[in-house]
């Protein structure tokens, strides 16, 4: 635990590991007090493309935290990061919520619905036949599929609920067409998060509730990988999977209490 403990930046993800729902979970403020204390660098790097970074500072501070909106980088970002440089000043036709739909507009997107470069799909909890229905139409007459990560589910107080992953897949199944996801564990979305940070990978470790976009993202990546149990993936889980976690831990207060 001390090797990782000297480790000069982490990055962390949110749903699972620092909370449920609005539930943050234990532990949570004390790495959060720890890395603070320490002088670490930090990076919030979530799939969830729901929010802006200044809705997630928002929701952390209701839940008891205060980070700076520079401390989080996500999905919706990467996307909009991503497309900017395929197709500049580009238009798209987008089911989701206001993280993906502002993150295209400050990278210079319009909205369009008519004839898009893309469609591109994120997490939202307002999801209609009707948007399928369209999203297929204008896929089959050319526009490009994009998710904005390939999660199937995502961890919710109760339980479970539909991700990105899930909610692409009937237009995917429509069409015959393939999506391209840039979220976690794409190697784009890691490599931004590395740019940001100002460092290299050995002196980085990713922590993740999720063996299949965390964990992969960061053996990869060739970060030293921690999976914290408090969210998707459970220690029955693991044998279903080729490679393993550097660290496996109860919950991410472990990184400073145990």
Not at 108 to 118: A, F, I, K, Q
Not at 158 to 176: F, M, R, Y
Not at 205 to 217: E, H, L, P, Q, V
């Amino acid at each position: 635990m001390e090797s990782l403990r000297e480790k000069e930046a982490f990055i962390c993800d949110m749903d699972g590991v620092i909370y449920h729902g609005n539930q943050l979970l234990p532990g949570a403020i004390e790495f959060l007090n720890w890395i603070e204390e320490t002088g670490k660098k930090f990076l919030f790097l979530t799939n969830s493309s729901e929010r802006t970074p200044r809705e997630l500072r928002e929701k952390l501070i209701r839940l008891g935290v205060e980070v700076s909106e520079k401390s989080f980088y996500t999905s919706a970002l990467a996307t909009a990061d991503f497309l900017a440089t395929q197709t500049p000043a580009g238009s798209a036709y987008v089911i989701g919520e206001a993280g993906i739909i502002n993150a295209l507009y400050e990278a210079g997107y319009s909205m369009n619905d008519m004839n898009p470069d893309y469609v591109v799909v994120g997490d939202t909890r307002k999801y209609s036949y009707h948007q399928i229905e369209h999203a297929v139409k204008l896929v089959m007459n050319g526009s490009r599929l994009i998710g904005t990560n390939s999660d199937l589910t995502g961890p919710i107080e109760n339980g479970i609920a539909p991700a990105t992953g899930a909610l692409i897949a009937p237009i995917e199944l429509s069409t015959g067409s393939k999506a391209y996801f840039v979220g976690k564990p794409n190697p784009l979305i890691m490599r931004n998060a590395m740019k940001k940070l100002g460092v290299r990978a050995e002196a980085v470790a990713i922590i993740g509730d999720r063996m299949d976009t965390d964990i992969i993202a960061g053996v990869e990546s060739e970060l030293t990988t921690v999976l914290v149990l408090s969210g998707v993936t459970a220690m029955a889980d693991l044998p279903k999977f080729a490679y393993r976690p550097n660290y496996i831990l109860n919950g991410i207060g472990d990184v400073v209490n145990s």
